[in-house]
């Protein structure tokens, strides 16, 4: 019997196992780094409509999101952050890959996925460098259409179009994709 095939064989199913812990441990961290920006950003806009009204809700988003996207990401030693197709941010513009799984989870959603399911991670390579990729999908709840649906209130388009004036986030209904959550860790070689 010839040891070197089954030696070979060894060796491939190692390195698949060692990957596929490596893709577990990467999605348990970025579902947690998601979830915890979610959550602080969720409280922030609720506490902020229900003490400072809509019109200065506006401040959460621009101001605190960013620093919450940089705090998570400091805390999980991650690149987390948001985006969409439709962006209000100039700085959240997606890259190619994002614009793919973005338009990925709107077909999913059309085909009856439910939304809070909508995620994909992979292991990708930009320029020469190796990352993981996760993308979880935001979907639009009844305080995002104040400022993200289809009529948005004079006072506060005012304040948007101040703030943003190349908007395209708007014209959202409850239930459908605004955009998602991105997570991005480089891979080192060992």
Known sequence: MNI??????????????????????????????????????????MLSMQTDGSVKTIAVCKDIAPRVAEQVSTKYNLDVSRTALKIRNPENQPDEWEKTVLRSFE??????????????????ETDGVKQWRMMKAIGTDLVCVTCHGEKIPEPIQAKLK??????QATGFSVGSVRGAFSVKQNLTDN
Do not use: M
């Not at 698949?16 to 806009?45: G, Y």
């Not at 101040?162 to 908007?167: G, Q």
């Open 4 to 45: 070197r095939p089954v030696f070979f064989i060894t060796i491939l199913l190692f390195a698949f196992s060692v990957q596929a812990d490596n893709a577990k441990q990467f999605e348990t961290q970025a579902n947690a780094a998601i979830k915890e920006f979610a959550e602080t950003l969720k409280s922030a806009l």
């Open 107 to 124: 077909k999913r959603l059309e085909k009856g996925e439910i939304i809070k399911k909508l995620s994909f991670s992979e292991q990708v």
């Open 162 to 167: 101040k703030h943003y004036p190349d908007d």
